[in-house]
């Protein structure tokens, strides 16, 4: 299998998206208060938007390799310095998933466990699934994404009766505040991990189907983040959950059912350590394609990139204080580079095709 068809694009943008507005969504609760699954529908939208102008950008123009696209519209030498700024996004999106895993770990699961050890059973298996292909890649998401949303379904069927959705009311009692156009704003930063998808676009084989399946991919999407979202508001009310770091691992402990069935921390590991390990090997994937087109081609770059990884996620899941902090500024760093940036390359190029065309047509 050497290239992917329409149906990964499912696993694969489920594999990206999803993991981490539901794992630390508190950095956008904090803004939006109870409204903030508003914020979530509003931002989903708005990405929605985004994700069909650039898959029809590239589709009109028969043209969905990222290196072509970003060098057209700015230069070979402005095209590729934004690509190499995009690529250190996608090592920092790297850092995230391996930091915010070993932290969220160790405060909730096993505090006696330092957070080394959750990095070092978390990325050498991973960098192992890297470098057996994109066949090894797209096999591990597929069979993760497929027990996650099991595991999903069966958790929300056995936290329903915890949650009160009176902690929701009053539906925007402050109407349209700035507050709420910041929490937008924040929530899209978490939905900008689409873009990690755009290297990726050059190794679907029907190309012609990857619009459609995006478009429904981002539905499924969308909707579950906004019920993970109710969720987690009306089981804890919003006062208290912006107190807790990761909602999610203490969500599930709620459960107890006839004094038997109780403690839902097995579900939540499936969803919390096997989402980030999918969306660490995926994001990997796209870096490494990414390379291979500024043809940084060294054999040893996923080893050096491995490394440094794995500095960096050590020195920030040591304390959850300042790994929030830095959360708060790559929600920034990311909604540049993969969402506003992009969008405006993709437009100037495809007014540049435009021109030309007419050019020709002329001729």
């Not at 694969?12 to 803004?31: A, H």
């Not at 797209?138 to 999903?152: A, R």
């Not at 189907?209 to 579950?224: D, N, P």
Request: charged share 10%.
């Amino acid at each position: 299998m050497d290239k992917f068809n329409g149906s990964h694009l499912f696993f694969i943008l489920c594999g990206i998206t999803i993991v981490s507005m539901k794992t630390y969504p508190t950095i956008f609760t904090c803004i939006g208060g109870k409204d903030s699954w508003i914020s979530v529908i509003c931002s989903g939208l708005l990405i929605f938007a985004f994700a069909y102008i650039i898959i029809t950008i590239s589709k009109k123009n028969n043209n969905f390799n990222i290196y072509n696209i970003y060098c057209t519209a700015l230069g070979r030498t402005l095209g590729s310095i934004f690509l190499c700024i995009f690529a250190f996004t996608l090592i920092l999106t790297l850092i995230e998933c391996s930091s915010v895993e070993a932290n969220s770990m160790h405060i909730n699961m096993i505090a006696q466990t330092p957070p080394w050890f959750f990095l070092v059973f978390f990325i050498f298996p991973a960098l192992y699934t890297v470098t057996r292909g994109k066949n090894s890649v797209i096999i591990v998401t597929i069979i993760g994404i497929v027990l996650i949303i099991c595991s999903g379904i069966t958790l929300a069927l056995l936290t329903q009766h915890y949650k009160h959705f009176e902690y929701i009311l009053p539906i925007m009692a402050n109407g349209i505040t700035f507050d709420f156009l910041g929490c937008i704003v924040k929530t899209l930063a978490y939905f900008a991990n689409f873009s990690i998808i755009l290297p990726m676009l050059t190794e679907f084989s029907n190309k012609s189907t990857i619009r459609k399946y995006t478009c429904w991919t981002l539905v499924f999407i969308i909707q579950m983040e906004v019920f993970a979202t109710v969720g987690a508001i009306s089981t804890f009310g919003i006062s208290r959950l912006n107190t807790i770091y990761f909602p999610k691992l203490i969500q599930t402990q709620l459960i107890n059912y006839f004094g038997f069935l109780e403690s839902g921390e097995l579900y939540v590991l499936l969803q919390m350590v096997g989402g980030w390990y999918i969306k660490y090997v995926l994001t990997f994937l796209s870096l490494s394609l990414l390379l291979e087109k500024l043809k940084f081609t060294n054999r040893l770059n996923v080893f050096i990139i491995t490394i440094i990884v794995a500095v960096a996620s050590y020195f920030c899941s040591l304390n959850t204080f300042i790994l929030f902090n830095l959360l708060n500024i790559y929600l920034v760093i990311i909604l540049f580079n993969y969402v506003i940036i992009p969008i405006i390359v993709f437009t100037i190029y495809h007014c540049k095709m435009q021109l030309k065309d007419k050019k020709t047509v002329k001729s």
